[in-house]
């Protein structure tokens, strides 16, 4: 027992070292913020409704503390194919025709 007290040590100085590196991690300063589509409209959602919420979000102020993100929450799935995997929906174009163009 009394020669154990080197491996104590050493596991000791081993956790000391792991706590003080997961110190350094940095994380964000605010949690991912921003408005999703899905609670109020579901399936529903149009365009003009996600533009309306995103300049809410400008004019309200929350933009600018860090709700930076709109969430277009529109039933995009469709069917499975045979293999299982999960397909666009055909008519998930028409609800808002211009996703590719408000990614910037």
């Not at 929350?62 to 929906?89: F, H, P, S």
């Given at each position: 027992?009394?020669?154990?007290?080197?491996?104590?040590?050493l596991?000791?100085?081993?956790?000391?070292?792991?706590?003080?590196?997961?110190?350094?991690?940095?994380?964000?300063?605010?949690?991912?913020?921003?408005?999703?589509?899905?609670?109020?409209?579901?399936?529903?959602?149009?365009?003009?409704?996600?533009?309306?919420?995103?300049?809410?979000?400008?004019?309200?102020?929350?933009?600018?503390?860090?709700?930076?993100?709109?969430?277009?929450?529109?039933?995009?799935?469709?069917?499975?194919?045979?293999?299982?995997?999960?397909v666009?929906?055909?008519?998930?174009?028409?609800?808002?025709p211009?996703?590719?163009?408000?990614?910037?």
């Amino acid at each position: 027992m009394v020669g154990n007290w080197k491996f104590y040590l050493l596991g000791m100085v081993h956790l000391t070292t792991m706590e003080s590196n997961a110190q350094q991690v940095s994380v964000a300063a605010t949690p991912p913020m921003g408005w999703n589509s899905w609670n109020h409209f579901a399936e529903k959602v149009t365009e003009a409704d996600v533009r309306s919420a995103a300049d809410a979000l400008v004019a309200s102020g929350m933009r600018d503390a860090g709700y930076v993100y709109v969430n277009i929450d529109d039933t995009w799935e469709g069917k499975r194919d045979a293999q299982g995997v999960i397909v666009l929906d055909s008519n998930a174009e028409l609800r808002i025709p211009s996703h590719a163009v408000m990614l910037a």
